[in-house]
C-alpha cells in the first residue's frame, strides 16, 4: 500500500517553474501577480477571483498568465487556472482599451 504523499506548507509557484521543479501538493500557493506575490489556499482559481485578489475587475482588466519560456496565454473571467499545472509562472493585468466602441 502506497502512502499519500503530506502537501507541503507553503509553494511559491513562479521559484519553482523557474528552477524548473514540478509543484507539488500544498497547503499554501504563493502566486505572482503583476508586482505583488498572494498567497492562496487553494490550487487553482477562475480568471475572475485571480483579478478579485488584486481589487481588478475582468470588465476592467485583461489576465494573461505567462508560462515558462516566456509564452503568455491570455486567461478568460471563468476559466479555471491550475497551480500546480506544468509551466504556469505568473499572472499579468492589463487595462481594457477605454476607447472601445
Not at 485571480?50 to 494573461?64: C, N
Not at 506544468?86 to 481594457?96: D, L
Amino acid at each position: 500500500m502506497q502512502e499519500q504523499e503530506q502537501p507541503v506548507e507553503e509553494v511559491d509557484v513562479e521559484q519553482y517553474v523557474k528552477e524548473g521543479k514540478p509543484i507539488p501538493r500544498a497547503r499554501r500557493y504563493r502566486i505572482r501577480i503583476d508586482r505583488e506575490r498572494i498567497v492562496v489556499e487553494t490550487s487553482e482559481l477562475t480568471g475572475h477571483a485571480i483579478l478579485a485578489l488584486v481589487g481588478k475587475t475582468p470588465q476592467q482588466y485583461l489576465l494573461s498568465q505567462r508560462l515558462r519560456g516566456g509564452a503568455v496565454k491570455s486567461v478568460e473571467p471563468d476559466q479555471v487556472v491550475s497551480f500546480v499545472a506544468p509551466g504556469v509562472e505568473r499572472f499579468m493585468t492589463m487595462p481594457k482599451d477605454a476607447t472601445e466602441g
